[in-house]
């Protein structure tokens, strides 16, 4: 309640309300208290004039003088208070009375005492007049106890009450004079401080509107003059800081003014800067396309012409000296490639795809290349790929199989044994996206945290030390990191020293449509596999694989287990109708290999060999050379190739043609338009080498006057030329088909420039699609039948390729090269010799039932048979012969016949030869 007041109704609140209730309290406490005491002297009055009356009376009542008994009763009226008084007899009669009469009800009687009753008006005293009242001298009083009669005295409150009223509004005004003289006082005081307060307020509210010269006289009294005084210094700092920051701000518009001078000239020296900046730029991006260009243009040459060269007939040490070659250049051009990815990476250039793409098939592409490099150091390389994780996905599969190839580069350059896990698993996964994680573990030489701290900065590497590994310009790493950040996620490692690393990438990719060759193929569901792979991750892997495509997957240790079961299950409802065997050389020999598979044909168990790379020269002379492509393959195993071949070898009938060619078809005619009379004869020879018909032009002029002149299916265009380039020929070529009105030519870019915008510019100039510098034979044969639709390779045409007549000159029985073939091991030879000859006859006698039968696929068989029995022994001419035969026959060319006369008569000169040993 008082909180809602002002100070000036605080104070006289304050002040009168307790002297109010002071007041109030002590005038009705005195006034209670006098009239108490009036009362009591009342009563001691009224006892005192009865007492003094009862002697008077006495002696009157008992002579019997009744007027002067009524003369001291009228006496007694004049006392103050008396109203009435009345003399009884003993027996309560009127003697004598005065006054009005009594009113009060007599009290009770008491012959010995004096008794009396009080109402609101009255008090009526009853006393006994007794025979000592008689006489009046005091020695005689208390002796005669005798009863003469009765006073009553009434006495009137009135006169009291009077009084009383009295001194209450004496106390009452007593009581206001008080309260009036405190409200002036508290009015004064509380004026005392309300005013100054005022003044207070009045200078406070001109302060704060900002009139700082305001200033507080005195207010009288030593507070308020305090008080005041403060807020006097306070205005008084309040104006010199305006002043001060007056002047700060006049200051600072001066300075900003001249900042702003400066600025806009900064601005001007910024904007000229900038277009420096951007002309440098521009400079730097022509002088890493025109680089590209002059490295990649040599390299094209260089890898090109070693390729074509390795495949003449040289000594072996000219093919090392080539192979050195060409590592040496693809490493040249790897660097390159890391140095443009890098400055296109830091001038912001670099723009990532979005497409749909397999994450598995990226996954197993990336160990397949990498796997020759893996086998030479007899390192194992796994991919598990687990069953949860989307396959299908939408991203850059270019730029992430970048990052995987450089981590598992790594892993590889940096382990010396054990083995490389690429690993892939889905962390969250949503309608339309998901959340993986892929890792490359190793078990070698692992990083230091100072390693881990320094390891995806530009231009360093794990080991700087003279004695550390060749090769890397230190870039790998970091071109990983910024396109994996670019694509939204993080790249990381984990690292023990000395017991392996594990890099790992998460990333966010969006789902695309699941891939229908992803789903298992209706005739592989519910067939028994058995496998054998020591490795267990490796076997894990593959188990993986082959349950992905809808097989039964039984697993072995040994391969005599697996011979075992494949035997035993033979007659039963369930076969097991395939074996998938991940061998090395270390484990078993390729002459030992092929008894056994010879052994499981038998069994009715067709077989897939998965060997490292580097062996797999070796178990090709093992295997049969016509089921080559649908038996061996190298590890780790690619499952779309596995799927392939397990429908090739379940579905034997239904032949698989990638590129069936139409009755029409013919070689592509193409035209070849390079300055550089290097790359340019490269390409020619590849197209020619091919199947092609390649006519080449050193200038766009020429190249325009060629189209003119003759009709091509394609042409590959050269884009930096002197004269007429790239561009410019080809709108030129444009242009002459418009006004022709000849159907648009394919015409191919053919360049070594490697900046992101250049594919853009170049089809924006009407060019069709675009090669980079240095191409391959399969780059040339993919693009020439994506364009075209005529295949390139001459395996595709309908001629049949002519076999080499046979060599009367080969040896019929060389016993060299049977120990050679055995490893050295003579016991081994002699026995695959031995085997030979004990099937020879049976081999002779069915190739000419066939023959009789004109059973095709019978003969082709059984010299298959027969020619893969020739690979581990030293029968040359015997094995010349069954390979025409063979080829040949699968070709249905006339000359079979004369093949198979010539296949009966070595095997007539083998038996012979034998005998004579």
């Known amino acids: ?62 002579q019997g003088y009744s007027k002067r008994l009524q003369r001291i ?38 012959p010995e005492a004096l008794t009396r009753v009080s109402s609101v008006d009255t008090t009526r005293i009853l006393l006994p007049i007794l025979g000592k009242h008689l006489n009046l001298a005091a020695d005689s009083l208390g002796n005669d106890m005798r009863q003469i009669g009765w ?17 209450l509004f004496t106390s009452l005004l007593l009581i206001g004079a008080g309260l009036i003289i405190t409200a002036l006082l508290a009015l004064r005081m509380s004026g005392a401080i309300s005013r100054p307060l005022h003044k207070i307020k009045m200078a406070v509210a ?42 700060s701000i006049d200051q600072a518009t001066e300075d900003v003014q001249q900042n702003l001078e400066t600025i806009e000239i900064q601005n001007i020296e910024l904007d000229l800067a900038r277009k420096e900046a951007l002309e440098a730029s521009r400079i730097k991006s022509e002088f890493l396309a025109n680089m590209s260009h002059e490295i990649r243009t040599p390299l094209n040459g260089i890898l090109g012409f070693t390729h074509l060269l390795q495949k003449s007939d040289l000594t072996p040490r000219q093919q090392d000296y080539l192979s050195t070659i060409e590592k040496s250049a693809d490493s040249l051009l790897g660097i390159i490639n890391e140095i443009l990815d890098f400055s296109k990476i830091e001038a912001g250039k670099l723009v990532l795809d979005s497409i749909p793409f397999n994450l598995r098939d990226l996954i197993e592409d990336t160990l397949t290349i990498l796997g020759p490099a893996a086998h030479s150091k007899h390192l194992e390389l796994v991919s598990l790929v687990y ?48 959340q993986l994680r892929i890792s490359v573990q190793d078990t070698g030489i692992g990083l230091t945290d100072q390693d881990m ?12 030390s003279l004695s550390r590994q060749p090769g890397g310009t230190g870039l790998g790493l970091v071109i990983s990191k910024r396109l994996i950040e670019q694509m939204g996620g ?46 267990p991750l490796a076997r894990q892997a593959l188990q993986h694989q082959l349950e992905g495509c809808g097989l039964e997957v039984l697993t072995f240790d040994t391969l005599d287990q697996l011979q075992d079961a494949v035997a035993a299950a033979r007659t039963s409802e369930t076969p097991i109708e395939i074996a998938v065997l991940g061998v090395t050389s270390r484990e078993i020999a390729p002459p030992q290999l092929c008894q056994r598979l010879w052994e499981f044909e038998g069994l009715g168990c067709k077989c897939i060999v998965l060997c490292p790379t580097t062996e797999q020269a070796h178990y090709h002379e093992a295997l049969p050379e016509s089921h080559t492509h649908t038996q061996l393959q190298g590890k780790p195993a690619c499952t779309r190739k596995l799927q392939r071949v397990l429908l090739d070898l379940l579905r034997p009938a239904q032949a698989i043609v990638e590129h069936p060619l139409l009755p029409e078809s013919r070689p592509p005619r193409v035209l070849c338009v390079d300055d550089n009379p290097a790359n340019l004869l490269l390409l020619e020879t590849l197209l020619n080498d091919m199947g092609g018909e390649a006519d080449a032009v050193s200038s766009g002029r020429d190249a325009l006057e060629a189209v003119k002149r003759k009709a091509y299916d394609m042409v590959f265009m050269d884009v930096q030329m002197p004269g007429m380039d790239g561009r410019q020929t080809t709108e030129a070529i444009r242009q002459w088909e418009v006004d022709s009105g000849q159907p648009p030519l394919p015409i191919i870019a053919l360049t070594a420039h490697a900046l992101s915008n250049e594919k853009r510019s170049l089809l924006q100039s009407g060019l069709d699609d675009y090669l980079t510098k240095p191409v391959s034979e399969r780059q040339l044969a993919q693009v020439v039948l994506k364009w075209t639709g005529l295949p390139l390779a001459r395996s595709f045409l309908a001629a049949p390729v002519e076999s080499p007549p046979l060599e009367n000159n080969l040896k019929v029985l060389d016993a060299e090269e049977g120990l050679r073939l055995a490893a050295g091991k003579a016991d081994l030879a002699a026995d695959m010799l031995s085997m030979l000859l004990a099937s020879l006859e049976d081999d002779r ?43 040949l026959l699968k070709q249905n060319h006339p000359s079979a016949a004369q093949a198979l006369d010539e296949l009966d008569g070595a095997i007539e000169r083998l038996e012979y030869e034998a005998r004579v040993i």
Request: with cysteine; net charge negative.
């Open 151 to 167: 006073l009553e005295l009434e006495l009137s409150h009135q006169g009291t009450l009077l009084r009383g009223y009295r001194s």
């Open 1 to 62: 309640m008082l909180k809602d007041l002002g100070i000036k109704s605080r104070v006289l609140v304050l002040t009168l309300l307790p002297a109010t209730v002071l007041a109030v309290v002590l005038g009705i406490y005195f006034t209670w208290m006098q009239l108490s005491e009036m009362r009591h002297q009342l009563d001691e009055r009224g006892q005192l004039v009865a007492q003094q009356l009862a002697p008077l009376a006495a002696p009157a009542m008992a």
């Open 387 to 434: 069953r949860d994780t989307p396959l299908s996905l939408v991203g850059d599969p270019l730029r992430l199989k970048q990052v995987l190839t450089n981590l598992v580069s790594n892993a590889i350059k940096f382990t010396n044994e054990g083995t490389i896990v690429v690993r892939a698993m889905v962390e969250d996964e949503r309608a339309d996206r998901a």
């Open 73 to 110: 009763l009228n006496q007694v009226l004049d006392q103050p208070d008396v109203r009435a008084v009345t003399i009884l007899d003993t027996e309560r009669n009127v003697l004598a009375h005065a006054g009005p009469n009594m009113i009060t009800p007599s009290p009770p009687a008491d």
């Open 845 to 887: 006698r069915a190739i000419r039932d066939a023959r009789l039968a004109g059973d095709q696929q019978g003969m082709i068989d059984r010299v298959h048979r027969l020619h893969g029995a020739t690979r581990y022994c030293g029968v040359p001419q015997l094995r010349a012969a069954c390979e025409r035969s063979e080829t």
């Open 206 to 247: 001109q302060l704060k509107e900002g009139h700082l010269e305001t200033r507080l006289p005195a207010l009288g009294s030593h507070e308020m003059d305090e008080l005041a005084a403060g807020i006097n210094r306070m205005a008084e700092a309040l104006l010199s800081a305006r002043e001060e920051l007056q002047q």
């Open 490 to 535: 993080e790249i990381g490692v984990d690292s023990i020293p000395d017991e392996g690393s594990e890099f790992w990438i998460s990333l966010s990719l969006p789902k695309a449509r699941d891939d229908i060759e992803d789903q298992p193929r209706a005739v592989l569901l519910g067939r028994r596999v058995g496998v054998l792979e020591p490795h």
């Open 453 to 464: 701290r320094s390891l995806f900065q530009a231009f360093s590497q794990a080991d700087n």
